[in-house]
């Protein structure tokens, strides 16, 4: 796909803002994302006036810990750097953005993670391994790493960033291999792979993965023996979709209402809270894209309003779905007045002309 059409800005400036847009409407000030019925959420969001009439801005509507977190690995790729120069940065910027966290509830192992990093010694990005670091802390912020480096040929590129960045707070594969799925499946939004096969590319991808951590890790048997369970769950949900072979259409459950979905996404999920780990937000994501289709209203009822940890799935589906769509029939008030909008929209422009020159 040497000859892919270029993305204009519009669609990585979607991307971004979408993404926040998903985050802040999952989040809701810490009331939808602690909330554990999708039916709940969808009265109340009724009784809002429905998503058209929300005005997505402070103080109600707050971005959470992370767009903090993904704007921090956007403006750390805006600097061009790469390798080592690109780790320390990211590192950096992770240790600063901790700092912005006032009432937007950073997750235990992103605090753990950052407090042990030491940017700028050498080696300073790394952290121990750590045995319970699942959640899905890295797949929330990794998405970006898809619209820098988009295309088929630099997946390797994006393989060792997205696990580097990952690493950096989740040293676990389920953690660090969210963030992979996160930024590979951006790049396949950019590349226009059909959604249905974004799966099978995602398991097609894992060997890369682990050859990296083969060649990189000095202790690689802590990581090979909890790499399984991220591929066997993957490999379970597209078996279930009907999509493990990559054809498509996808299956879903028949009823599959707001009620269905929270049954469903707990099925999939680690501990009993969906979308809190690595191998489940980038999963019911993917789930949201496959049935949504063009529709950001079905997008946001699968992805952002369910029994789950609603602003981590949503952050990760906006982006995808805001780098295939832009902004197609999404309500101004979601996304024109957003919590640093200002700052997303340059990162946005930064890594397009990155990714693509001025073209």
């Excluded at 960045?165 to 291999?177: A, D, E, I, Q």
């Excluded at 590349?191 to 060649?215: C, D, F, H, K």
């Excluded at 969906?274 to 063009?294: N, Q, T, W």
Aim: net charge negative.
């Amino acid at each position: 796909m040497s000859g892919m059409r270029p993305p204009s800005r519009d669609l990585y400036r979607a991307a971004l803002l979408l993404s926040a847009a998903g985050d802040a409407l999952g989040y809701r000030n810490q009331l939808w994302e602690y909330c554990k019925s999708g039916p709940q959420i969808l009265k109340e969001l009724q009784e809002l006036g429905g998503l058209s009439s929300l005005r997505v801005t402070l103080p109600d509507w707050p971005i959470s810990d992370d767009t903090v977190l993904h704007l921090a690995t956007a403006e750390g790729l805006a600097t061009g750097k790469l390798d080592e120069d690109l780790y320390q940065e990211l590192a950096g910027r992770y240790v600063s953005a901790m700092l912005d966290m006032e009432g937007r509830k950073p997750g235990p192992t992103s605090i753990l993670g950052t407090s042990q990093l030491r940017p700028g010694e050498p080696g300073g990005y790394k952290i121990p391994f750590n045995p319970t670091a699942t959640g899905c802390g890295a797949a929330m912020r990794a998405m970006c790493i898809g619209l820098r480096f988009p295309r088929p040929s630099e997946v390797s590129v994006l393989v060792a960033v997205s696990i580097e960045s990952g690493k950096m707070t989740h040293n676990h594969p389920t953690g660090y291999l969210g963030s992979l799925a996160s930024a590979l499946f951006v790049s396949l939004s950019v590349q226009r792979v059909p959604l249905e096969l974004w799966g099978s590319r995602l398991l097609e991808t894992l060997p890369l993965a682990l050859e990296y951590i083969r060649s990189t890790e000095s202790n690689t048997e802590s990581h090979l023996e909890s790499w399984d369970y991220f591929r066997q769950s993957w490999e379970r949900y597209l078996s279930e979709r009907g999509l493990l072979q990559g054809s498509g259409p996808a299956v879903f459950p028949s009823p599959y209402g707001a009620a269905e979905r929270d049954i469903e996404y707990s099925r999939w999920s680690l501990d009993g809270w969906p979308g809190r780990s690595g191998h489940d937000a980038p999963m019911i994501a993917y789930d949201a894209l496959l049935s949504a289709g063009e529709s950001w209203e079905e997008l946001c009822h699968r992805s952002m309003f369910h029994g789950g940890d609603s602003d981590s799935t949503g952050v990760i589906a906006g982006c995808c779905w805001g780098a295939l769509y832009g902004f197609l029939g999404v309500p101004e008030g979601n996304y024109n007045a957003l919590e640093y909008r200002e700052r997303l929209e340059a990162a946005a422009d930064h890594l397009h002309k990155l990714a693509w020159g001025n073209l």
